[in-house]
Antibody
Framework: QVQLVESGGGVVQPGRSLRLSCAAS????????MHWVRQAPGKGLEWVAV????????YYADSVKGRFTISRDNSKNTLYLQMNSLRAEDTAVYYCARGRQQWLVVHDAFDIWGQGTMVTVSS | DIQMTQSPSTLSASVGDRVTITCRAS??????LAWYQQKPGKAPKLLIY???SLESGVPSRFSGSGSGTEFTLTISSLQPDDFATYYC?????????FGQGTKVEIK
């Protein structure tokens, strides 16, 4: 069964750090680009970051550039999002999602999503 | 950055209705557009990719059309399971942008 399971969310103070994880199963993780997408409470979807299948290419939304780092460990079938200098506006459910086609980074939709993990930034 | 604008923001419809949602891009994105369905408390689900290709397992009552800057999602006969929020997404470049969403409500 193809599955993505996020973890690591919680309540954190502004300015602090948090690392999210996304465990993949049921498919060849090392063949797919992976994304993080977030959704603030009651709001729409916002793409956050993407990493290529081999980790060699990474792209970020302007809103998180320089603060967040996406990475992956293909030996552990796990995707990560290191979030530093957190702000109140980073409060959201964070989803990991798989690029639909093997090997591609650009020109690709997201076909598998995790259930999400909530991050609340508050003092 | 490419901006995506959906209309309407909310749509009230009845079971059996034909429903159309529009998505406009701020610049041409060729056919690099996807549609997702999201229900409360759940992750989005891919319905349509490359503007008009139906994702495997998605009912054929869903269809997509358009290219360039104007796109539509059509539900040919609305079913009870279709009441949800729908998002378009462009993936023309190395940033991905979603529309603000269209909530389909029961009339």
């Amino acid at each position: 069964q193809v599955q993505l399971v996020e973890s690591g969310g919680g309540v954190v103070q502004p300015g602090r750090s948090l690392r999210l994880s996304c465990a993949a199963s049921g498919f060849t993780f090392s063949s797919y680009a992976m994304h993080w997408v977030r959704q603030a409470p009651g709001k729409g979807l916002e793409w956050v970051a993407v990493i290529s299948y081999d980790g060699s290419n990474k792209y970020y939304a302007d809103s998180v550039k320089g603060r967040f780092t996406i990475s992956r460990d293909n030996s552990k079938n796990t995707l990560y999002l290191q979030m530093n200098s957190l702000r109140a506006e980073d409060t959201a459910v964070y989803y990991c999602a798989r690029g639909r086609q093997q090997w591609l980074v650009v020109h690709d939709a997201f076909d598998i999503w995790g259930q999400g993990t909530m991050v609340t930034v508050s003092s | 950055d490419i901006q995506m604008t959906q209309s309407p923001s909310t749509l009230s419809a009845s079971v059996g209705d034909r429903v159309t949602i529009t998505c406009r891009a701020s610049q041409s994105i060729s056919s690099w557009l996807a549609w997702y369905q999201q229900k409360p408390g759940k992750a989005p689900k891919l319905l349509i990719y490359k503007a008009s290709s139906l994702e495997s397992g998605v009912p054929s009552r869903f269809s997509g059309s358009g290219s360039g800057t104007e796109f539509t999602l059509t539900i040919s006969s609305l079913q009870p399971d279709d009441f949800a929020t729908y998002y378009c997404q462009q993936y023309n470049s190395y940033t991905w942008t979603f529309g603000q969403g269209t909530k389909v409500e029961i009339k």
